[in-house]
């Protein structure tokens, strides 16, 4: 499912002297199978942006085009818009409020209509698909870690079966094992088949998992790309306000040394290219 925004731009309480231009013109399609990642720095317009995918904000001019359809014409379905595009809001688990994980779970399934056995199934689907231990299930939510609380959550929204998963800063506050295994489910369910558009400030985590790279700059799209040729421009992400990931700041200070390293995205790719060029010195001595 291809979500295409045209010529999109917003502007917060027009008219009044607070008027703040949020977004300009911003032409971008996500792509089915994409994961998107959207970085820019505070106030760039990233989340803004990510809450015009399933209708929660509406352009001031332009539009936005889920499978075609104009999601804000007159008479458009936005409850089942949202049952295809699902939004995880920053800090998600402030929004848990249920008296066991299940029963969080279930909340939406429940009001699409299911029940019985239906809905028990995709309950124990999507709890499943967050890899959280079979005995929270039944536990109030409260009584888990905060990593834990926002896999529920997103588990939550995972229940929907949207086709189109949007997730502001889902890792933000974690620590780096709560990360690290919420990052890992984000790319276990793009490789299921969900489109995923990810608002992130952890380049390293962009790096990792992106297929493509949105960069938004004072609401403008400043660049879009794979994350190799996004990070290539350091300089002007620097520019920005914006790092560029641990790997590459590495290689760097490595060909300062007088290591000839090229940029590297991971750390996988990173040691391979130190073992290859410390085989290339043994060589040549």
Not at 19 to 34: P, Q, Y
């Amino acid at each position: 499912m291809s979500i295409r925004i045209e010529h999109m731009s917003h502007v917060y309480q027009p008219g009044s002297p607070f008027e703040a231009d949020a977004l300009e013109d911003i032409d971008l399609t996500i792509n089915d199978g994409d994961l998107l990642a959207l970085i820019g720095h505070t106030g760039s317009g990233k989340s803004t942006l990510a809450q015009h995918l399933n209708g929660l904000l509406t352009p001031t001019s332009g539009r936005v085009l889920v499978d075609g359809e104009d999601i804000n014409a007159k008479g458009a379905d936005r409850r089942a818009l949202r049952q295809r595009v699902g939004l995880l809001f920053q800090y998600a688990e402030y929004q848990l409020f249920e008296e066991t994980v299940y029963k969080d779970i279930a909340f939406g399934p429940k009001n699409q209509g299911l029940t019985g056995d239906e809905l028990d199934a995709r309950v124990r689907e999507a709890f499943a698909k967050v890899h959280l231990p079979a005995d929270t299930l039944e536990k109030s939510p409260f009584e888990l870690s905060g990593g834990q609380m926002r896999r529920v959550a997103l588990a939550g929204v995972v229940a929907m079966q949207p086709r189109v998963l949007v997730m502001d800063e889902p890792i933000a506050g974690l620590d780096p094992k709560g990360r690290d295994e919420l990052t890992e489910v984000i790319r276990e369910l793009h490789d299921g088949g969900v489109t995923i558009v990810l608002i992130s400030h952890n380049m390293d985590d962009v790096a990792r998992i992106a297929t493509r790279v949105a960069v938004l700059d004072k609401g403008h799209l400043a660049m879009l790309g794979t994350p190799r040729e996004i990070f290539a421009r350091g300089e002007e992400l620097e520019s920005m306000g914006l790092d560029v990931p641990q790997t590459i700041q590495l290689c760097r200070r490595l060909r300062e040394g007088g290591m000839g390293v090229p940029d590297c995205l991971t750390n996988e790719e990173l040691a391979a290219a130190i073992c290859e060029t410390l085989k290339g010195g043994a060589a040549d001595a």
